[in-house]
């Protein structure tokens, strides 16, 4: 079995990842008994598109060509943060707009790239102004509303160099895999070039029907529950979880924080659990089960790891 089920974006209120990345590889393999490594390191984006509609990232080449980031007010606070302003280290932005988003009590900051014409503005980014314009937003006229979103996980599955994991039968691949290479804050697309040699090598090792792995978990005959799962409850377990990593294990965390979100999510789970076990299968409480796994060994692993390290940012105090 070859995992490539993505990363964990989903698990956060505001995300650049698609709806299925929700942490299920990560879960799977957790309670088959798999080695885990690197959880706390969650990269976030600095800039996503905030709108309704969901998040899109605007890449951070227009930070590059110029886009300065402005608060609520309309006032540039980037100076506040560090001597390179926008083009500070990904990290530093993404909590700076954090702060910023904290201090003023509000759900988003705004990039103005509007000092450039038009025509430049489509030709250098075509994809960044279609998608805005699409949702009534002009970037050659207007500020874009932004937000930093859950973007990469660094961690995941631990994998050797041929994409095995601690289990017999078991590889993982792509961004739900650990091969070692991000460390704790992933460079550019580090992660396609990832994709590529993992995907060749885990490939061709498969193949080969190896068995050498010390342990492979015992499988169980599954009790199916009669009741009809309900949407509802889905949903508002999704909202806890999304707002209790966004606020308790994103961008600035510390060890009350995370103990306060330890709590609420292995409370959660548990609850989640007794709901998987009664319920009819579907991919929706399928999903959830996986989720509210994924997330609490995200905040065991943040709980471990006591200093700051790439991603990983923990408040002093």
């Not at 080695?35 to 990232?57: C, K, M, N």
């Not at 930093?148 to 995941?156: N, V």
């Amino acid at each position: 079995v070859v995992l490539a089920t993505g990363g964990g974006g989903h698990l956060f209120a505001n995300t650049t990842n698609p709806a299925q990345s929700s942490g299920e590889g990560i879960a799977l393999a957790w309670k088959a008994g798999a080695a885990i490594e690197d959880l706390e390191f969650v990269q976030f984006h600095p800039t996503a598109l905030y709108h309704p509609s969901g998040r899109f990232l605007i890449s951070e080449a227009l930070r590059g060509e110029g886009g300065k980031l402005l608060n609520q007010k309309g006032e540039e606070f980037m100076q506040l943060y560090h001597k390179d302003k926008e083009l500070a280290p990904r990290d530093i932005v993404s909590r700076s707009i954090h702060i910023e988003m904290l201090k003023q009590e509000t759900a988003c900051m705004f990039l103005d790239i509007s000092h450039k014409k038009e025509p430049w503005i489509q030709e250098r980014f075509p994809t960044i102004y279609n998608h805005c314009l699409s949702k009534g937003i002009n970037i050659s006229k207007e500020l874009i509303p932004i937000v930093p979103a859950a973007h990469y996980s660094c961690g995941g599955v631990g994998v050797n160099l041929v994409g095995k994991t601690s289990l017999k039968r078991l590889y993982a691949i792509g961004e739900t895999a650990c091969t070692g290479i991000h460390g704790a804050n992933r460079l550019a697309s580090t992660s396609l070039l990832e994709c590529l040699v993992w995907g060749y090598f885990t490939g061709k090792d498969a193949i080969e029907q190896k068995d050498d792995a010390d342990y492979f978990p015992p499988m169980h005959d599954w009790n199916i529950g009669k009741q009809k799962v309900d949407k509802a409850r889905i949903a508002q377990e999704w909202l806890t979880i999304k707002n209790t990593m966004w606020n308790l294990a994103g961008l600035i965390r510390s060890q009350n924080k995370l103990r306060s979100a330890f709590q609420i999510l292995r409370t959660l789970q548990s609850d989640v659990e007794q709901f998987y076990q009664k319920s009819r299968l579907d991919n929706d409480i399928l999903s959830l089960r996986n989720g509210a796994q994924t997330a609490l060994a995200i905040i065991s692993s943040a709980l471990e790891a006591r200093e700051s390290l790439g991603t990983h940012y923990v408040e002093r105090g």
